[in-house]
């Protein structure tokens, strides 16, 4: 790992330190836990679709499950908050398993339409199931998280906790994909024939990473139920498995940086949208929920055509030419 992402994880990290005493906001805070947990499911998204070359759109059922068995044992069997998290990442890792050695093993995007079909069965199953997950009405009163006996009953406490975790699992990720297996990985995502002939097992490296990024999912599932005290079918659905392929996307699906910050950027963009209709009120313009699905798209369709490597994809061209047009002025003087 270079010099320039150790960098960016003490400017990170700085930035989560000073935070909350800047926002001073328990609402906003609240944003950013929410903006926390989908970086933490991009996270493990970029992984398997910048890096490996293979589509997911089911990672909101692995959010669900998460959430789903963490918050079931908790509230209807009276299992401790921390194993049955670990039981929610577990139930996690088994699905991607029943999932992805099928479909992995074989070449071409049927990873992407088996996470279709298992987004749309676990929501259903979600909704019809109404003696185990509740159904429509969810399960209620989940507990906060505990940790070493100190509640993370505040806004405060639990952003903390979140971003904590999403500087370990970014930290986690960018070793991988500077190690071995990362170069392996971007081996299969350039050419599963080329990988293949140099000795890389390809299904394994895929089934790997898409476990991985199962787990990411699933912490992010659990993270979520123990933060908002309720879980109902409604926020594991298809629509947000593509918003989460769309925050890879707009922030740059090679660059594990990007996830992170389109997962920011998307994250919080109905908030500013929303606060900048308030200046515009006098003109009778008002920002409705059901402009996100809109404004989402118009931003993935800018992005794809004149961004196709997304944001950090294109401050990365931005800072090479700057460079060039520095090294070559440099060169002009010297003569």
Aim: hydrophobic letters at 50%.
């Amino acid at each position: 790992m270079g010099a320039k992402h150790y960098i960016g994880l003490v400017v990170l990290l700085l930035l989560i330190l000073v935070t909350p005493q800047a926002v001073g906001n328990d609402y906003y805070l609240g944003m950013l836990v929410f903006a926390g947990i989908n970086c933490l499911a991009c996270i493990g998204l970029s992984l398997l679709m910048g890096y490996a070359g293979q589509i997911s759109l089911g990672h909101a059922a692995f959010i669900g499950i998460g959430a789903y068995v963490s918050g079931y044992l908790t509230v209807k069997m009276g299992v401790g908050i921390w194993p049955a998290m670990a039981a929610g990442v577990g139930g996690c890792v088994l699905m991607a398993l029943v999932i992805g050695i099928p479909a992995l093993k074989l070449k071409g995007h049927y990873l992407a339409m088996a996470t279709l079909g298992f987004g749309e069965i676990l929501y259903i199953v979600a909704v019809a199931a109404t003696g185990i997950t509740g159904g429509p009405e969810g399960i209620n009163n989940i507990p906060r998280l505990r940790l070493f006996g100190l509640a993370l009953d505040s806004d405060t406490r639990f952003f903390y906790f979140t971003w904590a975790l999403v500087f370990a699992g970014l930290f986690f990720a960018l070793n991988l994909i500077h190690s071995r297996v990362g170069r392996g990985l971007m081996a299969v995502h350039g050419s599963e024939d080329a990988a293949g002939s140099l000795g890389v097992n390809t299904a394994r490296y895929k089934i790997q990473v898409f476990v991985l990024s199962a787990i990411y999912a699933g912490i992010a599932g659990s993270l979520y139920a123990h933060y908002v005290n309720y879980i109902d079918p409604g926020p594991f659905g298809v629509m947000h498995s593509v918003l989460l392929v769309t925050m890879v996307a707009v922030g740059g699906m090679h660059y594990i940086w990007g996830a992170v910050g389109g997962a920011v950027f998307l994250s919080l963009l109905p908030e500013l949208l929303s606060l900048l209709s308030e200046y515009f009120e006098d003109t009778g313009i008002q920002y409705q929920s059901d402009y996100d699905t809109l404004i989402y798209g118009a931003i993935l369709l800018l992005v794809m055509l004149f961004l196709p490597e997304g944001i950090a994809g294109g401050l990365a061209d931005l800072a090479e030419k700057t460079r060039k047009i520095m090294d070559s002025r440099g060169a002009g003087t010297e003569k």
